[in-house]
Each structure stands twice: as structure tokens, then as C-alpha cells.
């Protein structure tokens, strides 16, 4: 299994533009996360889905922030309109829901927003 | 409420002492821990979790509940070891939500 894929890497874009970051999941994990990590705060959950539904998206910073998970083995994390305090890189997760199961995280995309 | 903390942000030792990176969780219940390692610009990956009573990579971790700590530990660390270092708290049943710690920067000077 090639784990989680992430795409894209990096992503340098203006402020204001729409930006759609990228998660494929382990296949036959049905628990999927996204973090947000920076300097300042460290490691933030933004919205974990749970058999693709929502769970808790208490960590969206704002309404700009949006995420879906439209079936097992795809999500996206969406921000529009980005602005500069977003860049950050973003972590994408996947684990099993079964007690003890560790996550299992992608490489992350570099978010830079000017 | 449920939480992790690590207190040191940073953490400096040389190559050979002995390295203790701190965990204090809060969690009513029973909960799952465990430690995560990011190499530079490198995905977090997991290092170990107390179900598994196990040492990886020379580092052992061991779940005190009367001191809600799980502290990580290593009795010689190496320049490799440098990196940063997740604590994580999973509750063991209903949604499974996990919550890191902030983190703590080890830096292993020569």
C-alpha cells in the first residue's frame, strides 16, 4: 500500500484565489483527519469523517474552510477565499476505527498564500 | 475535558546522555496514548503506543495512570533522534478522536 497520498505538495498561490487540497486514504480505513500544522500552534485537527460523515468539524477555523468526503478513498480540504494566515502545511490522516489503531498520516501540502 | 500536554517546546541534550520527553494527559476515562516522530520535512509517523510495551528505535514509554503521564525515554540518544515528537491521546471507544500534544523539539548536538 502506497499509505496516504496527499497531492499537492506544494501549493503557492494569491490571496484570495480558491485553494482545493487533496487526500486519498488507506484503502479499507474508515476514519479520515486533516490538521493543520504551524509554528505557533503545533498540530491542530481541523474535521475528522467517520464512514465518510463528518464526526466533528469543531477545529474549522472559519467558514472559509469546507471539507468533504464524497466516498471511502477521496476527501478535500477547500478554503475560499485564502488569505496569508492560512499558509500552513496540511496533514492528512486515515486509521481504523478499531481500538488501538494508530494513524497513519501523508506527506502533507506546504500551503503558501501571498 | 481531555487533553495532552507537553511542556517543553524545545529540548536540547548531546549524543550519549539519557533523554526524557514529557507527557501529561487528561482523560476521565481509559485512554489509548501514543508517540509520534517527525523527521525534518518528513510526515509524522508513529514511534510507539502503550498497548505494545515495546522499544523502538531504543525508545520505551510507559503509561503511569496514577500520574496521567506517558513520558518517552531513551537511555543514549543519538544525532538521528533529533526530530519532533508527538504525544497523542485516543479515546478507546465512541468516535476515536485523537489529540496531540503541541509537541516537543529534541535536538541531539554532537
Known amino acids: 500500500d502506497a499509505g496516504v497520498i496527499q497531492s499537492p505538495r506544494h501549493e503557492v498561490t494569491e490571496m484570495g484565489q480558491e485553494v482545493t487540497l487533496r487526500c486519498k486514504p488507506i484503502?479499507?480505513?474508515?476514519?479520515l483527519f486533516w490538521y493543520r500544522q504551524t509554528m505557533m500552534r503545533g498540530l491542530e485537527l481541523l474535521i475528522y469523517?467517520?464512514?465518510?460523515?463528518?464526526?466533528?468539524d469543531s477545529g474549522m477555523p472559519e467558514d472559509r474552510f469546507s471539507a468533504k468526503m464524497p466516498n471511502a478513498s477521496f476527501s478535500t480540504l477547500k478554503i475560499q477565499p485564502s488569505e496569508p494566515r492560512d499558509s500552513a502545511v496540511y496533514f492528512c490522516a486515515s486509521s481504523l476505527a478499531g481500538p488501538h489503531q494508530p494513524q497513519h498520516f501523508g506527506d502533507g501540502t506546504r500551503l503558501s498564500i501571498l | 475535558a481531555q487533553r495532552v500536554t507537553q511542556p517543553e517546546k524545545l529540548l536540547s541534550v548531546f549524543k550519549g546522555a539519557p533523554v526524557e520527553l514529557k507527557c501529561n494527559y487528561s482523560?476521565?476515562?481509559?485512554?489509548?496514548l501514543f508517540w509520534y516522530v517527525q523527521y525534518s520535512r518528513q510526515r509524522l509517523q508513529l514511534l510507539l503506543r502503550?498497548?505494545s510495551r515495546e522499544s523502538i528505535k531504543g525508545f520505551t514509554a510507559d503509561l503511569n495512570k496514577g500520574e496521567t503521564s506517558f513520558h518517552l525515554k531513551k537511555p543514549f540518544a543519538q544525532e538521528e533522534d533529533s526530530a519532533m515528537y508527538y504525544c497523542a491521546l485516543r479515546r478507546r471507544s465512541g468516535t476515536y478522536k485523537y489529540i496531540f500534544g503541541t509537541g516537543t523539539r529534541l535536538k541531539v548536538l554532537a
Open positions: 469523517f467517520n464512514n465518510n460523515v463528518p464526526i466533528d
Open positions: 502503550h498497548i
Open positions: 484503502s479499507g480505513h474508515n476514519s
Open positions: 482523560y476521565s476515562g481509559s485512554p489509548e
